[in-house]
């Protein structure tokens, strides 16, 4: 693959991605658009990752760390919203954790309509 190919790749995935968020988020699925909106964001940072240095990007779903390594420039606020959002990743990802990750994404719903 051409360094082009591997960068559509990531972008275009992440376009998928995020049709999906909007879709599930459209239904009331919240949980679950917020793991495809993270998917999302990882797939930008690894497509700006394989522009950057035209390797392989790293094997994590960690957003602060992609962040950092393609040298993105980002407030402290954007930098906590992206940690935030892996907690919620990775709490949906394993099954142990993800009823309370229901939980407090039902609860952030519902105080921010309120």
């Known amino acids: 693959m051409t360094k082009e190919e591997k960068i559509e790749y990531w972008v275009k995935s992440s376009r998928r991605d995020w049709k999906v968020a909007n879709h599930l988020f459209e239904k009331g699925d919240c949980a679950y658009a917020l793991f495809f909106g993270h998917l999302t964001i990882e797939k930008l940072l690894k497509a700006i990752f394989v522009e950057k240095f035209n390797e392989v990007p790293p094997y994590t779903h960690r957003l602060v760390f992609l962040a950092e390594k393609v040298e993105l420039d980002i407030s402290s606020d954007r930098v906590e919203l992206l940690e935030v959002i892996t907690d919620f990743h990775l709490e949906a990802r ?11 994404v039902h609860q952030a719903v519902h105080k921010g309509a309120s």
């Open 94 to 104: 394993y099954p142990d954790e993800q009823f309370s990750f229901f939980q407090e």
